[in-house]
């Protein structure tokens, strides 16, 4: 990926497991000084599609960079872009979350010297790596003279799917507007960008599944079409709402409908991590 991106870098210096750049990667960007409502939104975001195995892709700065990390590394991989070098991270207040970030799966990488400081010019510079790892950008809140609009920029450049959450008109961080207006995707769920992506996840899926055979299904016959699809694929392994909707290629609302079905059937229960199985 970052084969395509205007002088790429020369080399990566990684802390963690570089391997989670080789998953469908998104980069979740925003405002420093966001609002809560849109760190909250980071946060979920992040978290329902590191569920499916999307690596989550930020600068590891305060705001949405940071609540995007934080959401992803509760249920799977974020890779941290430094605009500094490995030995001296920055913000230094962040340096809490690395344990976590590398226990579950993800890494920290910076193109700058172990000991690189964090000067301006290496952020405009370190968004190019961002938007060309990823496979899109969604922009959560941003201003009209920010480094997420740079790294939209280099994310059009580079070809890559840009999805921005709609703002409020006249606020210092409505620039997603601007990217509204301008071609980029409606974002309102992680849904959004899993719909878009879902010949990418399917193909992982199976990948994943390759080595699984049809006699591990258990003979049971569900009257409902679709419920009987998903008690087949969970018997096969536990699901997310939204792997079941990647794997099955079926809408969230036939989904649900189903799910609770079964679930009022005592046929199949939800886990404490989100995931269903049966019972």
Same mark, same amino acid.
């Given at each position: 990926?970052?084969? #395509? ?25 925003? =405002? ?20 499916? *195995? ?19 590394? #509760? ?34 990488? =910076? #193109? ?72 980029? !995707? ?62 099955? *290629? ?14 009022? *059937? ?12 049966? !019972?």
């Amino acid at each position: 990926m970052l084969k #395509e991106v205007y002088a790429p870098p020369a080399l990566l210096y990684a802390l963690g497991n570089a391997e989670c750049l080789n998953n469908i990667c998104i980069g979740v960007i925003g =405002s420093r000084s966001c609002s809560k409502m849109a760190e909250n939104f980071a946060y979920k975001l992040s978290k329902e599609l590191a569920a499916v *195995d999307i690596t989550i892709v930020s600068g590891f700065a305060y705001g949405i960079d940071i609540a995007a990390h934080k959401g992803a590394v #509760e249920t799977g991989a974020t890779a941290c872009v430094l605009g500094s070098g490995l030995a001296n991270i920055y913000p230094a207040a962040h340096t809490k979350y690395i344990d976590k970030i590398l226990e579950k799966g993800g890494c920290l990488i =910076s #193109e700058f010297s172990l000991d690189e400081a964090p000067l301006s010019n290496n952020f405009p510079r370190r968004n190019r790596i961002i938007s060309g790892l990823s496979k899109a950008i969604a922009v959560i809140e941003a201003g009209y003279r920010s480094g997420s609009l740079i790294t939209c920029r280099f994310a059009l450049e580079q070809n890559r799917e840009i999805f921005a959450v709609p703002a409020f008109p006249g606020t210092k961080n409505s620039a997603t507007n601007s990217l509204l207006r301008q071609g980029a !995707k409606f974002l309102e769920s992680s849904l959004d960008i899993i719909s878009e992506l879902k010949y990418d996840l399917q193909n992982k899926l199976n990948d994943n599944n390759s080595e699984i055979v049809e006699n591990s299904v258990k003979s049971i016959e569900i009257e409902e079409e679709t419920g009987q699809k998903i008690y087949e694929a969970l018997s096969i392994e536990p699901l997310s709402l939204n792997n079941i909707c990647i794997k099955l *290629d079926i809408d969230v609302v036939s989904a649900m409908s189903s799910i609770a079905s079964l679930e009022l *059937d005592g046929i199949i229960e939800k886990t404490n991590d989100e995931k269903y199985i049966i !019972k």
